[in-house]
């Protein structure tokens, strides 16, 4: 008897989130998400870590890519939550974030950091660097290690495919929250959260205590 192909048995053990569980307030998607799953599906296995640390852009902040309204460039924010948006910052690097409320709002949960957890190699080559502590942590650095670019803007998270969100029964232990890394606009609200004590965290250490 053959041995189980490792890919479909981690599909089944990481279920897609339903998009009735989130939360379909901002600010409590980006908490809820913290200790769920990001798995990315690549032609040379499965990729994934675990979400440890998440920014909020809610309704009438003026830091979120939806405060003017709906653009080609944007339309993906204003889909129904649990859908991806994903943009290239400053010409240099892949952002991952998830839609929130309700189709038609433009406000998103930004993916700051993962914990690496399945293809470790994959992240590896992909981002160039060995130390595991260093693949995901950051935006930039978590959409390089898993591949993700703007041909998923858009996509389903929900269910199955070539990325999506997942849980595997870890709770995540304490969760801190502070303000936001890297803005100008809003800069004061305490709309970051993250797993307090992660070795994973992006952003200054005053900031994860």
């Known amino acids: 008897m053959g041995r189980a192909d490792p890919v479909n048995r981690y599909k089944d053990d990481h279920p897609p989130l339903a998009r009735a569980e989130l939360p379909a307030d901002t600010a409590a998607l ?9 798995v990315r599906e690549l032609p040379e296995g499965v990729a994934s870590g675990r979400i440890v640390e998440t920014e909020a852009y809610v309704v009438g902040d003026a830091a979120g890519h939806g405060y003017r309204g709906m653009t ?16 290239l ?21 930004l993916i700051r950091a993962l914990e690496p957890l399945e293809g470790i190699s994959i992240m590896r080559l992909n ?8 693949l995901a942590r950051g935006p930039g650095r978590l959409a390089a ?3 993700i670019d703007r041909s998923l803007d858009g996509l ?7 990325l999506w969100l997942a849980r595997d029964g870890h709770e995540p ?4 929250h502070s303000i936001r890394i890297g803005i100008s606009k809003d800069a004061d609200r305490l709309l970051r959260f993250y797993v307090r004590e992660s070795p994973f965290v ?8």
């Open 72 to 87: 080609p460039r944007n339309r993906s924010l204003f889909l129904e939550r649990g859908h991806a948006y994903v943009y």
């Open 145 to 147: 290690a898993l591949r």
């Open 30 to 38: 980006a908490r809820y998400l913290i200790g769920k799953v990001v």
């Open 173 to 176: 232990g304490e969760i801190g």
């Open 89 to 109: 910052a400053y010409g240099i690097s892949t952002m991952l974030n998830v839609s929130s409320e309700m189709q038609g709002i433009g406000t998103g949960v």
């Open 156 to 162: 389903n998270l929900c269910r199955e495919g070539s």
């Open 127 to 134: 981002r160039g660097v060995e130390r595991l502590r260093d």
């Open 202 to 209: 992006s952003g200054p250490r005053s900031l994860s205590q």
